[in-house]
């Protein structure tokens, strides 16, 4: 299984900047897609970004324009740069990769990290 540490969350005024960083570490793996999901109290697991392997990007319409993510193929981690935050962007984020190891696919999550948006 590979582990995935995330950090960087925080508190942060609304029209502040946090950065997430998602390090994977593990023997003998291949990453290939990573990407950010949070969940808000009460509401359901959404999908914030994800990167393919080859860089290409998608980023919900409701962050796009605020976000980034983007990845370090040699360090195995992933980052998704928050901007212009909202109030309604607090929610528990979480880290996810899809990866190959011989000729098997899996995937694993981040145990999550808080981010909350208040004055």
């Known amino acids: 299984q590979v582990q995935l540490a995330e950090s960087g969350g925080g508190l942060v005024q609304p029209g502040g900047s946090l950065r997430l960083s998602c390090a994977a570490s593990?023997?003998?793996?291949?990453?290939?897609?990573m990407g950010w999901y949070r969940q808000a109290p009460g509401k359901q697991r959404e999908l914030v970004a994800t990167?393919?392997?080859?860089?290409?990007?998608n980023i919900v319409d409701s962050v796009k324009g605020r976000f980034t993510i983007s990845r370090d193929n040699a360090k195995n981690t992933v980052y998704l740069q928050m901007n212009s935050l909202k109030p309604e962007d607090t929610a528990v984020y979480y880290c996810?990769?899809?990866?190959?190891?011989?000729?098997?696919?899996?995937?694993?999550w981040g145990q999550g990290i808080q981010v909350t948006v208040s004055s």
């Open positions: 996810h990769v899809n990866y190959r190891r011989g000729s098997y696919r899996y995937e694993s």
């Open positions: 593990g023997s003998s793996f291949s990453i290939n897609g």
């Open positions: 990167i393919t392997s080859g860089d290409s990007t």
